[in-house]
C-alpha cells in the first residue's frame, strides 16, 4: 500500500498495464512517425535521385536516411512535420557522403530520361536533358534551394528549416537560381535557332 507522503500511483488503463495515459499519447505519437514517414518516402527518393542523378546512389542514400531517423527517432518532435528534417538529414548525409570524394561520380545525362522512369517522346527528352544540364551550371547552393521545393516539395518554410537559412535566403537563392536557369534555357535555344541557320 502506497503511503500518503509518496501519494497514490497512477490508475492502471483496461489491461492493467501503466497509467491509462500515457500508453495512447505514446502510440499517437509513434504512429504519426510512421505515417509521416511513409508519406515521405517518394519526395526523399526524388530528392536522393536529383542530388546524385543515380537510381542506385539514391536508394542508397534513402535508405540510409530512414534507417538513421528511425534510429534518432526520439529527437523528432511531436507535431511538427516529419518532411523537414528528413530533407536535412539526407542532405548531411549527401554532403558528407560526397565530400571526402576526389570526384563526384555522375551518371550521363543521356541516361537521365531513362533512369526518371518517364514515358515521353524524343522531343521532351532532349528538353529534361538540357534541363538537368543547366541544373548543374547552378552553383551549388542555388541548386539545393531549388531542388528543396520544386523536387522534394517542401513548402518555403520547410525548405528553410531544412537548409537552416532564413526564409528570405532561400526565396532570394530560388530566384536567382530560376533567372539564371531561364537564361541558359534561352540562351540553349538561341544557339540552336542560329546552328539551323
Known amino acids: 500500500m502506497a503511503s500518503k507522503a509518496f501519494g497514490t500511483p497512477p490508475a492502471p488503463n483496461k489491461r492493467g498495464r ?21 508519406d515521405c518516402l517518394p519526395d526523399l ?6 542530388l546524385t542523378r543515380d537510381r542506385d546512389a539514391a536508394d542508397d542514400l534513402v535508405q540510409d536516411c530512414i534507417e538513421r531517423a528511425l534510429r534518432k527517432r526520439l529527437l523528432w518532435i511531436p507535431g511538427r512535420p516529419l ?5 536535412r538529414m539526407l542532405l548531411n548525409l549527401f554532403r558528407d557522403r560526397w565530400r ?14 531513362d533512369i526518371a522512369g518517364l514515358d515521353v517522346s524524343s522531343e521532351e527528352r ?13 552553383p551549388q547552393d542555388q541548386r539545393q534551394a531549388l531542388l528543396a521545393v520544386v523536387i522534394a516539395g517542401l513548402s518555403y518554410d520547410e525548405a528553410a528549416r531544412a537548409l ?7 526565396m532570394s537563392r530560388i530566384s536567382r537560381a530560376r533567372c539564371r536557369l531561364k537564361a541558359e534555357m534561352d540562351a540553349s535555344a538561341a544557339t540552336k ?3 539551323v541557320k
Open 18 to 38: 501503466g497509467p491509462a495515459k500515457a500508453r495512447p499519447r505514446l502510440f499517437c505519437m509513434i504512429r504519426s512517425f510512421d505515417t509521416q514517414l511513409e
Open 83 to 87: 518532411k523537414p528534417w528528413l530533407t
Open 126 to 138: 532532349l528538353e529534361i536533358l538540357a534541363v538537368w544540364k543547366c541544373l548543374g551550371k547552378l
Open 164 to 170: 537552416r537559412i532564413p526564409k528570405g535566403t532561400l
Open 193 to 195: 535557332i542560329r546552328s
Open 45 to 50: 527518393w526524388r530528392y536522393a535521385w536529383s
Open 100 to 113: 571526402h570524394d576526389s570526384r563526384r561520380p555522375t551518371v550521363a545525362l543521356e541516361q537521365i530520361g
